[in-house]
Every structure is written in structure tokens, then in C-alpha cells.
């Protein structure tokens, strides 16, 4: 008897523009079964998809849909997770920091928190089925390696997500993370947060999945990094380095908001 190789594919914010192309892609593909995570009702559900609901900050109750997920005859797990609040930090200092860490607590729970909360109970439940080979995705941005004080909490709550995944992939038997580092990303909510940007150079959604599904399909390294992105004719050497400037820019795309703090 043949053994069909059966992939489950697991999305976070799969109501979101980046997560509902991953699932376009791979809810097409063959003996694949895909879940959405979602922290509200999906109006538009991509065909074949099963979407659990719940707050991915949530501990217990996100423990609870992972457990709802059947691991039974598969044998691969795919977890994408593009989830994780951004917040323009105006004056370069956390918004909400009662741990007193540097980091705003939403921005951190957002980024990093959902992902240990879906990871955990995974990892506990593939164990039944003798460890079944589990690929963690999540993405960035080009510019955290800069420490851009404008939005700081991302950048640092991002480095400790690649951490994390990079010693995940360490110290567990077959796992392989993947972190993509992106610019500029052509979604509703980018367009909402920068109305007045000029989006020309911003990448489409399907052209990350496009660009990203050959290197998750083929992993060679536990742990892995790649950056994807649209080359600009106005983006230069220091071009991350030049706060002010990218400062007074991101004002100009934001209406032009408290220019004068």
C-alpha cells in the first residue's frame, strides 16, 4: 500500500492580507489540509480552509483550538505566522512599558507571545505522533537590524522572535524556522497606517508567498533567513541610519500627524 503524504498548514492571522495569500497557495495544493487562526469572523473564507477563532494572546483558549487539530496521518506541519502589532513610536520611547523592558507590552505580546502560545502546545501534540517534522515561518522587517527609534518595540520584539525561533530549532528534534525579512508590504493595513505613502515600490503579498515558498519547502538549516523585497530607486546606503529623515517621511505618509513633537 502506498502512504500518501499528507501536510498540515496552520496560518495566524488569517484574516490578514499576507496570512489569506498563504492559504490561497497552499489550500490549492494537494493532501493539504489548512487551518486559519483567526481573532474574529472570517467574511471571506478562502475555499477549504478550517478557521479556529480565538485571541492569540490568550493563553488557555489558544492552547485549546491547537489541541482541537487533529495530527493524525500527517506527516509534516507548516505554522505561518504573520502576526504582530506595529505602532510608530513618535517620541523613540515605548507608548505602554509597566515592565520597564524598552519594549511597549502590546508590541511585544503581539509579536512574540502569539507565536510561543500556538508553538507550544504544538510541539507538545506532534509528540504523540513520534515527532512529526514541524516548519515555523514569521517575518520582519529589513530595518530591525538598524534599531530605528521610530519603531523600536517592533524591531526589538522581532530580534527576540528570531532568537527564540533560532534556539527552537536548536534544541527540538526536526524543527526548521524560517524568518523573512520584508519591506514595505502592499496591505489594507499598511495602506491605513500610511495613506499618503507612495506604495510603488511596496511588495504584493503573493509575490512574498511567490518568493518564499521554494526556500520553506526546501530548508536545508534548522535555521534560516531571507530577505524579500522590491528594489527602490530611493533607497541608499544609510538609508535606515538617517533617522530624521526617516522620521519626517513617515509623518509626511501618516497625514502629516504631530509633526511638531
Known sequence: MTTINKKLVIVSGSTGDLGRAYLNHYSKQDNT?????????????????????????????????????????????????????????????????????????????????????????????????ETIPLTLVAFGSLSDQYSVPWWGSYSKSKLILRKDMSELSQVEQSVKSLFVNLSSVRTANENKTRPHANSTYWINPEEIVAKSVQTIEEMKHPYQEIDIFKPSPNYQEGYYKDFDTLRQKWLREMKGERQNE
Open 33 to 129: 489540509i489548512c487551518y486559519g487562526l483567526t481573532r474574529r469572523d472570517e467574511q471571506n473564507p478562502v475555499n477549504g480552509v478550517i478557521y479556529c477563532k480565538s485571541d492569540l494572546e490568550e493563553v488557555i483558549a489558544t492552547k485549546e483550538q491547537i489541541q482541537k487539530i487533529s495530527l493524525e496521518d500527517i506527516t509534516e506541519v507548516l505554522l505561518v505566522h504573520p502576526v504582530g502589532k506595529f505602532k510608530f513610536e513618535y517620541n523613540g520611547t515605548p507608548e505602554i512599558d509597566y515592565k520597564q523592558d524598552g519594549i511597549d507590552d502590546e508590541v511585544l505580546a503581539s509579536n512574540v507571545n502569539t507565536f510561543h502560545n500556538i508553538v507550544r502546545p504544538l510541539i507538545e501534540q506532534r509528540k504523540t505522533y
